[in-house]
């Protein structure tokens, strides 16, 4: 298996512990009212709320379509098939499915638990949405997607290639949640929340992956496991020539 999918120092997974726990916490204090945010969320909102503009409104709109959870689903399968496709194996097609699955599946698991309302009505623009708010599907599902193709692709890249490809992410990230903020379907820790979930979990993503497929390939058929671990193809391949060659020279 690839090392450096699973790879991860301790001061890197304490940083990506925290992280999802403030997330937690952030949630834990909404839901109970005590949001030391509340004022900043309200200002954040009415500040969009004043500067909307009709050419502006459109262009929004036709963004956040972009941006919603069909469209990610449908994005995230089309890159984890190219991925499988390029490499001819699976473990950084898994890492993009995984690190969207995972941030949906706490995304929603966040909702149920804080069960925070949207922004009024007349504050929201297109369909009035009125599920939960806390934290925001769009940015979370936008956030898993392009910073799990992120730190995908740049695995064995340099950490100024990384650093350039996670800033990109980001940049598409704040595009997502400023998107919910303008239309009036999110508040502001609603969206940094979002963000935060995506950055987390696209930062353990590989360390799951990694230690799924381990697990998983003892459970499958041999010739499944080139598919899983590439290396070990080619590990088999080099001992087959050189058991050739030694029977060569055992004849010779």
């Known amino acids: 298996m690839n090392t450096d999918l699973a790879g991860g120092t301790t001061p890197h997974r304490a940083a990506t512990t925290a992280l999802l726990f403030l997330v937690w916490l952030l949630g834990v204090t909404i839901a109970?009212?005590?949001n030391?945010?509340?004022g900043l969320d309200v200002a954040v909102g009415e500040w969009f709320v004043e500067h909307?503009?009709?050419g502006m409104t459109a262009i929004v709109s036709a963004l956040t379509v972009i941006f919603s959870p069909v469209?990610?689903?449908m994005w995230t399968v089309i890159s984890a098939a190219v991925l499988g496709v390029r490499d001819r194996s699976l473990p950084?097609?898994?890492q993009v499915l995984m690190t969207v699955a995972m941030a949906g599946a706490m995304?929603?698991?966040l909702k149920i638990a804080v069960g925070r309302a949207r922004p009024p009505i007349a504050h929201q623009i297109g369909g009035t949405e009125l599920s939960m708010s806390f934290p925001s599907g769009h940015v979370s599902g936008t956030a898993a997607l392009t910073l799990g193709l992120a730190v995908a692709l740049t695995a064995r890249s340099s950490m100024a290639r990384r650093a350039a490809a996670i800033c990109v992410a980001l940049a598409v990230s704040l595009v997502a949640a400023a998107t919910r903020l303008y239309l009036g379907a999110h508040w502001l820790t609603d969206?940094?929340?979002a963000i935060a979930l995506g950055v987390g979990v696209a930062a353990i993503a590989p360390a799951v992956t990694a230690t799924t497929l381990t697990r998983l390939s003892p459970h499958l058929p041999e010739r499944f496991h080139a598919f899983?671990?590439?290396t070990r193809s080619r590990d088999d391949h080099d001992h087959d020539h050189d058991h050739e060659n030694s029977r060569c020279t055992a004849t010779h």
């Open 32 to 34: 109970s009212h005590h």
């Open 36 to 38: 030391p945010f509340a």
């Open 52 to 54: 909307r503009s009709p």
């Open 71 to 73: 469209w990610v689903g």
């Open 92 to 94: 950084r097609a898994t």
């Open 107 to 109: 995304c929603e698991i």
């Open 191 to 193: 969206v940094t929340a």
């Open 228 to 230: 899983i671990d590439p």
